[in-house]
């Protein structure tokens, strides 16, 4: 790398003559025009507006002239390397995009492919039925309570107004556990968790209590020894059977759509008085045309569950005086209520643990 | 319970316009809920008439048989009123006689559409019917081994429908019966209700003239007055033992779902569907001696009717004659005494017995009788006397018995109690306005005497009490609440409003509740399918699991009354019902099964003593309840996982991947991550896991589960792919060691310093436990650490490994020295070198 040239005569340097500069110009604005892509304009950019280029070098000569013949030189120098690299500076932006949009269709591919890499999972649909149930209570202000599913006798039956000598417990076949003297049973209704609510908190009560439960059935497509229930519970002042219409509507209205309510029938539970079976509206002919319906099998209603007015025999038993007191509990099979509200004809689909599945709930429970 | 409607009819007139769904449609709502309605003739269409034999002419056949070519007169029934020609097999009847015809386009049961078809030379155009044909029983109407032939005083004309003769057109209504409501098992419960429903005049078949009791009758001595507090007897002579059931008879019976048997045993158990009392007859001439009631004594043998042999207990109430016990009382008779084909003096008894008694003889003797389930729900006692007259007036009428004199009643009727609830408790516990009038109305609709009594309070504000005295056959109606429901019953339990209770402040869902949720949320995405298993297993589980014989998990809680003899066990571990089914997945084509299951297992308490059974009339004290509580087993609730076969798959991508032990101590390791758990992963051997393979999943020092491949031959016990891997660990401990309270990090904006260190260890030398000599030994300023890679190689030796780790560095104040990083480095490698005899590579 030399210096400026100061020992020609100024007059005598052939690149800073106009026609030379303008040359060099010409020449690189033509390759700017003529790089066809982005390699090729780099090329360009060396040859012509790098540090050897014509016009860098016809630059690098300025400071040899006189002073008085710089800026004119300068001026011509400068301009017309200015039109070069705004030259360059527009081909780099045609030819970037012009790659850009050649890359993106060469980049194509087939979104169509799977994806499904690692399969899906999914949380079963008893699951997150018990959780949608939960959630319409909580969101009344509810409390969801629990229980263990091997329970005391005295609490499975005893407590709620289920006597040794209750024909009641016919109804309900129960597993018992060695020795059966032990008064041990797997609980056959989640209403224990009832009697343990009382006996453990002071009312006002507001429960709701989804949970597995066990009877001796033999296993079919309509029975199982174990299924699941939600039971309610409330206990408070001036409690009546009206706001156990008012809640089972809203229930109902909640879980299988706006305007689905219910009907009472009587019917008889040692532990509510009185006692009273629960139909559902049909959600899918909603009692218009039912004759061909097949989710109510032409009756406008589909059994849901029964409820009542908590017997105050079972108030006494659980330490709450039924003179201040009380209240209503109803109880419903989860198992049951999805069974009806997805169409499953087979009960045994819940317990089979088949993958395919659960994966169908997905979002919808 | 089933009804023929017409019965009912007999005892409540109904408007004509009443038809039997509005019939089953009221008595639902009044608490005697529709089964199903069903009719014997349903599975009959088309004209089944009745018609006159005009002509037979027997006609043999080459295959030596006669058959009868008849023409039948059906009035117009045929579009004509020609006689109609029709072939017939049978031969119990002749010209003149009335008989059954269906004409083309008549379907009979069985779906057998008849047609006028070419036969034996002739075109028959129909069918003269025999009782089978018809779905009746063979023998109705005197139709055994042939056609049926009609009453020749029958009122119908030829032409005319037939089926309301032969009962066709009967419907009956099945009820189901919730066990307060015994008197729903009977046609004179049900007539009363739908009297009540349609304020309808009703005829009770109890309210007899009845002959008075006095003391020539067959003697009676009830020893145990509490057991039996009413015993009738009475007895007829002259019997014909071969008179036989008349068809209406043996029809309605049949309606009711009973068996016709004799005309004898047909009266007493049509006259227990009449009025609800079940009834027993004797052969009075197998009696020695005195009845008498009292409890067996222990050992004492009784074979039952059904022809048991049975041990009684002292429990059991017994009817005894001077031979010993003769029937298990209000629950079976005795051979003994049966009555026979031969028997014509019959001695009736008709007696109450107490429900409780009933249901425990009933239970332990595994008897189920139409007598037991009315005696242990309780009958009406009032209504003794009136069924015994009943059976009586049958015997003699159909059975050409006279009654002999002399009318033993032994006991009297136990008056109901009263109860006073105030006037006003039916509106509030239904919350809707009853006024006075109308529930003392519906009270005494349901049969109740009530007295209403106003009073003024103390405060001087009315108050109004009615005082109910149920009737006798509302053996339910016991309490406060009870009458409550009778009034709301009649009122309409449609008629309660719909009201929301007010807000109630509820604390949301429990901590334990919504870590659950994230749990299940957080495996579901992890890939896993959530399923439900029953919890019962058997040694045989834990055989193929190969616990040690000694293992604890081998300690259950069994099953008295298991529903398969194989599984008698409560589970203690989720893993073999898991991994069962995991295998029916990939039994039934799956690539793999990544499946997960959250449920409690049973874990005996060592010397939990039994959980007491408390009286009901108080609540049990504090220590009471926690002894209840302190005799079930522990319930822990657990987490299962299996994942076994392709975990990832194959595709355009490349290769797929089978689940092996990483996969399960991975789900362990997310699963702790997300509940922000410190959890330690240590080396351990523990069936069924492979023992090199298998991790115990630690927490705070305490070992809350295990993770890893499954042992080869637990995988071939359970039929599993091959590298099968499994989880399972104590849930509810998993989640009560999460932090209350999460603490973030500070986050540093100061440069990164990176770090890279390769060490050489033993083989057998963890890198969890060279992660965290590292971690410990680079201080403070380490602010992650990850192991990228273990290299081995010949040059290494065969029993050492190569573990390379990614440190990073950074303070949170200022930009890390060279000097500093250094030092960290140096220390991590020095105590790495020191704990785990690490070098640098
Ligand atoms: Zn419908």
Redesign the interface.
Known sequence: MSGPNTEYDPVEVTPLQAEEVEAARDAALAAIAGASDLEALKQVRLDHAGDRSPLALANREIGALPPQARKEAGQRVGQARGAVNKALAARTEVLEAEHEERMLIEETVDVT??T?????????P??TGA?LI?DIF?S?????A?G????????NF??L?L???H??R??QDT??????????V?RTQTSPVQARTM??RKP?I?VACPG?VFR?D??DATHS??FHQVEGL?V?E??????????L??FAARMFGEGI?T??????FPFT?????VDLRCFVCRGVDSDACRTCRGEGWIEWGGCG?V???VL????VDPETY?GFAFGMGIDRSLMFRHGITDLRS???????F??AFGTEL | MKAPVSWIREYVDLPAEVTTEALTDKLTLLGLKLEAIESPGAAITGPLVVGRVLTQDKEPQKNGKTINWCTVDVGDANGTGEPQGIVCGAHNFGPGDLVCVVLPGGVLPGGFAISARKTYGHVSAGMICSAAELGLPEDAFGGAGGIIVLPADTALQPGSDVRPLLGLDEEIIEFEVNPDRAYGLSLRGIARDAALGFSAPFSDPCDRVLPAADDAGHPVVVEDEAGCPVFVARTVAGFDPTAETPDWMASRLTAAGMRPISLAVDVTNYVMLETGRPIHGYDAEKVAGALRVRRATVGEKLTTLDGTARVLSEQDLVIADDSGPIGLAGVMGGETTEMSASTTRVLVESAHWEPVSMFRTGKRHKISSEAGKRNERGADPASCEAAADRVVELLCELGGATAEPGVTVVGSVPAPSAITIAADLPQRVAGLPIDTATAVAALEGVGCTVTLVAEVGEDGVPTNRLVAVPPTWRPDVTDPFDLVEEVLRVVGYDQVPSVLPREAAGRGLTRSQRLRRRVGRTLAGAGLSEVVCFPFVGQAAFDKLGLEADDPRRSTVRLANPLSNEEPEYTTTLLPNLLGTAARNVARGAAGAAVFETATVAIPREGAGPAPIYPTHTRPTEAEVEQLFAALPAQPLHLGVVLAGERERAGWWGEGRAADWADAIAVARRLATELGVDLEVVASVRQPWHPGRCAALRVGGRTLGHAGELHPRVVKAFDLPARAAALELDLDALMAAAPERAVPPTLSTYPVAKEDVALVVAEDVPAAQVEAALREGAGELLESIRLFDVYRSEQLGSDRKSLAFALRLRAGDRTLTDDEVKGARDGAVALAAERCGATQR
Do not use: Q
Not at chain 1, 148 to 155: K, S
Not at chain 1, 350 to 356: I, S, W
């Open positions: 492919l799977p499904d890499r690692v399969p899906t999972g999914g949380r079963h008893l699951t959780e939960a909580v009344m202000g509810w409390e969801i629990e263990p599913l091997i329970e005391a006798e005295w609490l005893d407590a107004n006597g040794p000598d024909p009641a016919t109804m597993f018992w556990t060695e020795p059966a003297e032990n008064h041990v797997l006996l453990t006002p507001y597995r001796t033999e296993y020894p174990m409330v408070d001036g409690i009546s059977m009206a706001h156990l219409k008012g809640t509507d809203h309510d009907r009472f029938r009587p019917s008889y008085e009185p006692s009273a079976e007015v017997n105050p025999r006494v038993a659980c330490g009380t819940f317990f089979e643990g088949d993958v395919r659960t994966p």
